[in-house]
């Protein structure tokens, strides 16, 4: 028996829905990191300005986070359009990207508690890391495996795919920057996720009206 399986619109749908649940619940777990600052005197705006400032990392690395959470889930939507087919290796690179997804509540906990510690971000551009080489074989395997729709163009997949392994070694880069000034770091990590955000619309999928 082979193991690609015939197109099933309702199987899709499934793996969709979990994908989405699960970055869902990664943007939810974000948000309960963020706690209420505890002012004293809660009358006196100077009093809680300070105590804001105090919660102000937190809020930072919710941000970083949560942008990352969110581009990836644009980009994962752009992937699984052209999804036409799928196997036991495929659910299988989906759950090992999901299960990565799942780990950044993690990261933003890490990095609002020691936003000074260069070990911080180094765990965070390690997690990003991981994150675009499991995107790396995933859709290597999708285009080798011919689970995208015929319509997909191919030439921009394979271009992405190449660009990849580069990718990873900017963020080892911007991850390493932390050790010379972690708000330098921070920033450019901020700026690095946005990108999804206004890059993503090339990933085009041309499909056939069914």
């Known amino acids: 028996m082979s193991n690609k399986t015939a197109y099933n619109h309702k199987d899709l749908e499934r793996i969709t829905m979990f994908n989405d ?14 706690r209420l600052p505890e002012v004293k005197n809660c009358t006196s705006p100077n009093a809680m300005l300070a ?3 105090h919660v102000l990392p937190k809020f930072s690395a919710f941000l970083l986070s949560a942008l990352l959470v969110g581009g990836n889930w644009i980009s994962s939507f752009q992937m699984q359009r052209m999804v036409v087919r799928m196997d036991i290796h495929y ?3 989906m759950v090992v990207y999901l299960i990565i997804i799942s780990l950044f509540p993690f990261c933003c906990s890490l990095i609002g508690e020691y936003p000074d510690n260069p070990m911080s971000f180094v765990v965070f551009g390690g997690l990003s890391m991981m994150l675009i080489i ?14 995208l729709h015929e319509d997909t163009d191919f030439a921009e997949v394979k271009k992405i795919i190449k660009m990849l392994p580069i990718l990873a070694l900017v963020l080892a880069s911007i991850a390493a920057l932390a050790f010379y000034n972690t708000k330098l770091s921070f920033i450019i990590f901020i700026l690095w996720n946005l990108m999804p955000f206004f890059t993503t619309k ?9």
């Open 21 to 34: 649940a699960v970055f869902a619940i990664a943007l939810t777990l974000l948000v309960l990191e963020l």
């Open 134 to 147: 499991c995107a790396y074989f995933y859709m290597s395997y999708c285009l080798r495996k011919n689970l």
């Open 51 to 53: 105590e804001l400032k």
């Open 202 to 210: 090339n990933f085009k999928v041309h499909q056939k009206e069914e």
């Open 91 to 93: 659910l299988v690179w």
